[in-house]
T-cell receptor
Framework: DTGVSQDPRHKITKRGQNVTFRCDPI?????LYWYRQTLGQGPEFLTYFQNEAQLEKSRLLSDRFSAERPKGSFSTLEIQRTEQGDSAMYLCASSLTNSPLHFGNGTRLTVT | RKEVEQDPGPFNVPEGATVAFNCTYSNSASQSFFWYRQDCRKEPKLLMS???SGNEDGRFTAQLNRASQYISLLIRDSKLSDSATYLCVGDYDKVIFGPGTSLSVIP
């Protein structure tokens, strides 16, 4: 399988816990994006990387969110001290520069 | 002004109808644009790329108007299977999506 893969597919956690999601992009893609999506809304930009460099992070993102792409390959998104409002689908996508994005299946987070 | 704006709809059209969606963008530096299709509870998938003035693929036509900073998507002879949310996006680095336009094709 050469598509974008995300793990886990579903995560249920209690408020206040930390969670970490992983994204493995298409291997030759230099760009990697994280989005958050809630029902009825378009994907909301969180952050993106070009190779290992995090080039931009949404101002909507609080300090509880952090993302890494240490070797320019896979990426992790961590949410600390989760809140109920963090419940959403977290989508990862990868691409070559100025080319269309390829999305993973997403990680659905439920904070109880 | 939001970076990308779309009419969220929903658009409810009968089978066989022609329907058009518009998307406006604020960043005049954007060079290429894309339309994605998203089915309920699925990830977005690329529908069409719009690299210059327009692009046509079967029943689907996408056009770009740089002067007015909008792109459009035209669907002819709508099928039930076209029911989905259609997302537009400009390609400047952050790749910001619009809110999506919901289409329901009715028998």
């Amino acid at each position: 399988d050469t598509g974008v893969s995300q793990d886990p597919r579903h995560k249920i956690t209690k408020r206040g816990q930390n969670v970490t999601f992983r994204c493995d992009p298409i291997s030759e893609h230099n760009r990697l994006y994280w989005y958050r999506q809630t029902l009825g809304q378009g994907p909301e930009f969180l952050t993106y990387f070009q190779n290992e460099a995090q080039l931009e992070k949404s101002r909507l993102l609080s300090d509880r969110f952090s993302a890494e792409r240490p070797k320019g390959s896979f990426s992790t998104l961590e949410i600390q001290r989760t809140e109920q409002g963090d419940s959403a689908m977290y989508l990862c996508a990868s691409s070559l520069t100025n080319s269309p994005l390829h999305f993973g299946n997403g990680t659905r987070l439920t904070v109880t | 002004r939001k970076e990308v704006e779309q009419d969220p709809g929903p658009f409810n059209v009968p089978e066989g109808a022609t329907v058009a969606f518009n998307c406006t963008y604020s960043n005049s530096a954007s060079q290429s644009f894309f339309w994605y299709r998203q089915d309920c509870r699925k990830e977005p998938k690329l529908l069409m790329s719009v690299y210059s003035s327009g692009n046509e693929d079967g029943r689907f036509t996408a056009q770009l108007n740089r002067a007015s900073q909008y792109i459009s998507l035209l669907i002819r002879d709508s099928k039930l299977s076209d029911s989905a949310t259609y997302l537009c996006v400009g390609d400047y680095d952050k790749v910001i999506f619009g809110p999506g336009t919901s289409l329901s094709v009715i028998p």
